[in-house]
């Protein structure tokens, strides 16, 4: 199948197939109430229409986002891109890119409700018709890229993180939930019109995922958090319910990071200075840094805490002058009371 007929069928299925989330045959679509506490009222206000027709499969949305430049990534109606823009501020700025203009037309029109609801002069929000192959960004200009079940549809997916990596600053950020798969996808199945536009068709298989950032020059993507998908349709399940699927939110880096977690007994300590996080800041899955307590850290982890936009929450001792080898990269067992912790 070419990726020109497998574009077009996933513009169909986006644009005329569904009219609505309740359309989708499988749970990659998350509810209201599965999204972090502090999103939940942002979304609430958001414009009915636009949650209507959302497909999103996660809350790609990190912390510490005031001011910065966020591009979405296959926005759709814009649900995402909206909640950044309360996030970023009026000093910051939002970019959402999708290739189905029927969901475009309704993002479009209510970004002077979206304005006028967080309370901007101006919309710091634009829109733009086009393929995440081919980004209409400039090098070097995005603090954030996030992304909401989007990435399984692209037919080159070596090519979209190219240019995701290639609009990043240095230190910043990859943050998406997406549809990943415990194996390859047969042929077959992936060029199958409706399990793609469910997300089942061109879902990430990890490994190659974690074999396609290496070689574009990023070594370490952290996991944040996993769910199990269910496929809800009979016949969906016949075709496809032997791959076992989950809803996967990463985050990674536009850093200089080792292959391996090495050990030069650096130490962060979590300032609790972001606001929806007081208490801890998770990294990843088995990074849960405690407001106040100093963490053990590897290289990587702290070059992503200490060289990135999250740097002024952070106080970081130590440096890569002295190796003492691999750092232990198992998530750590519950410590003994007042004793050290340390994980990666």
């Known amino acids: ?98 290739m189905t203009a029927e969901q475009l037309a309704v993002a479009e029109r209510h970004r002077d409700f979206h304005a006028e609801l967080w309370g901007h002069e101006a919309s710091n929000v634009e829109f733009h018709h086009g393929r995440i192959e081919e980004l209409p960004v400039a090098d070097s200009t995005v603090d954030a890229v996030i992304s909401n079940c989007v990435l399984n549809l692209a037919a080159d ?21 997406d549809v990943f798969a415990d194996r390859r996808i047969a042929a077959d199945l992936a060029a199958d019109p409706v399990l793609r536009g469910e997300c089942l068709g061109g879902a990430l298989y990890w490994e190659d995922f974690r074999r396609l950032l290496n070689n574009l020059g990023c070594a370490d993507a952290r996991v944040v958090s996993r769910s199990p998908i269910a496929i809800e349709d009979a016949a969906v399940e016949r075709a496809i319910g032997h791959v ?47 407001t106040g307590r100093p ?5 990587n982890t702290a070059a992503m805490l200490s060289a990135t936009r999250y740097a002024p929450h952070f106080t970081m001792t130590g440096d890569t002058s002295t190796h ?21």
Do not use: N
């Open 1 to 98: 199948m070419s990726t020109i007929s497998e574009r077009d069928d996933v513009e169909r299925y986006y644009g005329e197939a569904l009219t609505s989330s309740a359309d989708l045959r499988t749970s990659a679509c998350c509810p209201a109430d599965a999204l972090p506490a502090h999103l939940r009222p942002i979304v609430a206000e958001i414009h009915p229409e636009v949650l209507e027709r959302f497909y999103g499969c996660g809350s790609p949305l990190p912390p510490a986002l005031d001011g910065a430049t966020v591009l979405d990534l296959g926005c759709g109606t814009g649900r995402d891109v909206y909640t950044a823009s309360k996030l970023v501020g009026p000093a910051g700025r939002v970019i959402g890119v999708d």
């Open 157 to 177: 997916k070596a090519v979209v993180f190219a240019e995701i990596f290639r609009v990043l600053k240095p230190g910043g950020e990859l943050y998406f939930s």
């Open 244 to 290: 076992g699927f989950s809803s996967v939110t990463v985050r990674a880096f536009k850093l200089d990071l080792e292959d391996r977690c090495e050990d030069y007994g650096q130490v962060a300590t979590y300032r609790g200075s972001i606001d929806e996080h007081p208490h801890r800041f998770e990294l990843d899955d088995h990074h849960s840094l405690e």
């Open 295 to 299: 963490m053990l850290v590897c290289s």
């Open 324 to 344: 003492f080898g691999l750092f232990d990269c198992a998530p750590a067992a519950a410590p003994a009371a007042g004793a050290a912790t340390g994980c990666c």
